[in-house]
């Protein structure tokens, strides 16, 4: 039985079945009251702005370009009227925004947090969201950085290696006997990271230990614009020499294993390998269906270099370019 079993999971409904009956309690409500308005401020004039500077040309619904104004929201936000299929909408429809309930200035924070490699629990604990709530809205950050790696082209000296992410117990192959399968197996996810120091790419391979061929289907595309490359003598790069024939440094294991940071000559993309798995660590129940978000997320936070206002601007800039609707029941429906 869940100990938790009928603990509300959003921090002011925790509080609101507390007796208000001394000076204390009283306090300790109010406080708790005063967050909670804070965190969730009605549409500002700022946001109802920001919303109305969007251009609209087209019906969200039909495409059609035969639009009208059609007054304002009780909010201030323009409607439209489709003179051909007769939809009314906003300038967020249509958009990661349609049809939201919270002003987008509930995103800022939510994402701050993301890029500080923050779990979604503590996360939606500050924010005073439910739990639920911050896994739609990372879905939704996914899907705005679809595709985002595709246009990466590293160039200069190009460092490359992989990582492993381990899978779920359910997932894991076990030997006859309950043994486990030794060194780099099917039991662990293979993601390629190749970065040049300004950008990175991270790419999910599949299971077990990489392939020339999968590093000729997934890294190489990266590298065209590269003049060298250097690795730890991984057999599975060779294909790189082949393809691009691009100057190669070998740095092993055994001769880097112990250096510090600064002295390590792989520790450009040890650097990819740390932050990915710090985000990773921080989202311990990732479903494996995402492996490719949380990798365009890394390569972004990664092109960022720490400049969380910039990624703040990049993200939402990004969202209201996306185009893409993504609905809650189907964000958080169950797959097979």
Not at 94 to 112: A, C, N, Q, R, Y
Not at 176 to 189: A, P, Y
Not at 273 to 284: D, W
Request: aromatic share 8%; glycine share 8%; with cysteine.
């Amino acid at each position: 039985m869940n100990r938790f079993n009928g603990t509300p999971r959003t921090l002011r409904p925790s509080f609101s079945r507390m007796a208000v009956s001394d000076p204390l309690s009283s306090l300790i409500m109010s406080t708790v009251n005063e967050w909670h308005i804070a965190k969730h401020p009605a549409f500002s004039l700022d946001e109802i702005g920001l919303a109305n500077s969007l251009a609209v040309a087209a019906c969200p619904e039909c495409g059609s370009r035969c639009i009208v104004r059609n007054g304002k929201r009780p909010d201030g936000i323009q409607a439209y009227l489709c003179l051909d299929c007769g939809r009314k909408f906003n300038p967020l429809s249509g958009t990661i925004f349609d049809g939201h309930k919270m002003p987008v200035s509930e995103w800022i924070e939510f994402l701050i947090h993301l890029f500080q490699y923050e779990s979604l629990l503590c996360s939606s604990l500050d924010n005073q969201n439910a739990y639920n709530t911050g896994r739609y809205w990372l879905k939704k950050v996914f899907l705005i950085l679809d595709g985002y790696q595709d246009g990466i082209l590293l160039s200069g000296d190009v460092g490359v290696d992989e990582c492993f992410l381990v899978m779920k117990p359910k997932d894991l192959i076990v030997l006859e006997g309950g043994k486990k399968l030794r060194g780099t197996s099917r039991n662990r996810h293979c993601v390629y990271c190749a970065a040049d120091g300004s950008g990175a790419v991270l790419l999910p391979y599949g299971k077990g230990s990489p392939s020339r061929t999968g590093e000729r289907n997934t890294v190489i595309p990266h590298m065209v614009a590269a003049s060298s490359f250097h690795d730890d003598g991984d057999s599975a790069h060779n294909a790189i020499v082949k393809d691009l024939g691009l100057p190669r440094t070998v740095y092993p294991t055994k001769c880097t294993k112990g250096l510090r940071d600064k002295d390590d000559p792989m520790d450009d993309i040890n650097s990819v390998h740390r932050e990915f798995k710090r985000l990773m660590t921080a989202h311990g129940a990732y479903g494996r269906r995402n492996v490719l978000g949380y990798c365009n997320l890394e390569s972004f936070i990664y092109a960022h270099h720490g400049d969380k206002a910039a990624m703040v601007l990049d993200m939402l800039r990004r969202s209201f370019e996306c185009g893409k609707v993504l609905r809650y029941r189907e964000a958080l429906k169950k797959h097979g």
